[in-house]
């Protein structure tokens, strides 16, 4: 009997413990006051970093570990007596997650005044955009873990470079804890400099209003977030690697060719005029020369990659758009009668994708390419890094099974290469390769 009392225990133990391991939060959330950002990680890993408000200096956000408690759609604020029914009135927004922090009611939330955000201006809690705190409020559950620390010092990794730089946030709350800061970041990588680490407290104690790149080339910041500093300064312009101006501002060659973009050629890179890029793209540009960090203000559009524009009216306001910047793109028709339209609403009508990265003030429209054959569109497949049609719909394209093409196979269809039918069809693109017009070959039938 006692043998059977054992093995039960030990099978309901083993239960508990699965069940256990189930429900272990796989996220977790590190809140930085200091740099006004709340980091996001699954599994250990970063996933994504949202800019946040957090407490005033005289009302500041509770430092330590804590722990989601309860959440809430469509909040009621109440205070002091006072309420505010759900709506664009409400302070805490549209979603609301408490943490367990002691001494009052504190927890991380939506807004009515988005241009607080990246601000001290709370009462205590932290502050998203509304549109941040709906997409954490559906990753994250009770019991998520909260830490919310306070270091106006943080190493950050330039990938261009391979190099790491200190970035110097303003102390609000009056630590003035700087060289215990810099002791805890070099003694975990060494490749921080002696002259790095001085100049970071020197930085520090004498005060900044704005973030502050320590490093030993001129450092260029996007709305306030580090790029990099693959970038120097000739003649009053300032210059950047061409390579970084493609993946973070989505300006590719053909497009400085397009703009008339001044370029220079040192140490077998090319760069890129960042000041005239700028001036021409609705941006603006403020050099520090006293800490040498550049400071480009630029709120962009990206589509598949590539510029499609600057946006205004705060990133509250990020999803409408004029509709001629996005009518090259496809059949609107519901929105032609429309001078500016919801790109949230259009991207979920066309099936596109769109990632909004509130931190840098960048939005990126991922939009399926199509093969036009006269008015017939065909659906591709990306896979790998390549497009692919199937051989089914490449009928309507001209010989097609004269040109001794490739054919891929995949779950018992085949397929061509979209990029190895552009090598030898005479084809029209668009700037963003969303659309590939197919006419004739180029050579005549082997």
């Not at 980091?39 to 800019?51: A, M, N, Q, T, V």
């Not at 019991?143 to 106006?152: G, H, N, S, W």
């Not at 429309?338 to 509130?358: F, T």
């Not at 939005?363 to 896979?383: A, H, L, S």
Request: proline content about 4%; some cysteine.
């Amino acid at each position: 009997m006692k043998k059977l009392i054992t093995i039960f225990l030990v099978i309901f133990l083993c239960i508990i413990n699965v069940y256990a391991k189930e429900e272990t939060p796989i996220y977790s959330i590190q809140i930085n006051a200091a740099s006004r950002t709340l980091r996001l990680f699954s599994d250990g890993s970063l996933l994504k970093e949202y800019p946040v408000a957090v407490g005033k200096p005289s009302t500041k956000t509770p430092l330590g570990n804590f722990e989601i408690r309860n959440k809430t759609i469509n909040p009621y604020w109440h205070n002091k007596g006072n309420g505010v029914a759900p709506g664009p009135k409400n302070p805490l927004g549209i979603r609301w997650m408490g943490i367990s922090a002691p001494g009052g009611t504190y927890g991380i939330h939506g807004n009515n005044v988005p241009v607080s955000i990246s601000t001290f201006a709370s009462g205590g809690c932290i502050r998203m955009y509304n549109n941040d705190v709906a997409e954490l409020y559906s990753l994250v559950g009770i019991k998520t873990p909260v830490q919310i620390i306070y270091e106006d010092i943080e190493v950050k990794q330039d990938k261009y470079t391979d190099t790491p730089v200190l970035i110097v946030y303003p102390d609000a709350y009056k630590k003035k804890d700087a060289e215990s800061l810099i002791k805890k970041l070099t003694d975990s990588n060494k490749n921080i400099t002696a002259e790095q680490a001085s100049r970071a407290i020197k930085i520090s104690v004498k005060g900044v209003s704005n973030p502050v790149v320590v490093c030993d080339s001129t450092a260029v910041m996007l709305n306030n977030q580090f790029v990099t500093k693959d970038a120097f300064v000739e003649n009053g312009n300032v210059y950047i690697n061409q390579l970084v101006a493609m993946e973070s501002l989505g300006i590719d060659s053909n497009l400085v060719t397009n703009l008339s973009i001044p370029v220079l050629e040192k140490d077998s890179k090319i760069y890129v005029d960042l000041t005239g890029l700028a001036s021409k793209t609705g941006g603006q540009l403020k050099l520090d020369n006293v800490n040498n960090n550049v400071y480009l203000s630029n709120n962009i559009i990206k589509i598949n990659g590539r510029y499609l524009s600057s946006y205004t009216g705060g990133y509250d306001k990020e999803n409408l758009i004029k509709s001629s910047l996005v009518g090259m793109l496809g059949n609107y028709t519901a929105y032609n009668s429309k001078e500016i339209i919801d790109l949230k609403d259009l991207c979920k009508q066309q099936n596109w994708i769109l990632k909004a990265n509130s931190l840098s003030k960048v939005m990126e429209i991922e939009v399926p390419m199509r093969v036009k054959v006269g008015e017939t569109y065909i659906d591709t497949k990306f896979y790998n890094g390549r497009y692919y049609i199937s051989s089914e719909a490449a009928a309507n394209i001209p010989n097609i099974k004269n040109q001794n093409l490739n054919l891929y196979s995949y779950k018992d269809k085949s397929y061509y290469d979209v990029y190895e039918i552009m090598d030898i069809y005479e084809h029209q693109k668009d700037d963003f390769l969303t659309t590939i017009e197919v006419f004739k070959p180029l050579h005549s039938e082997v």
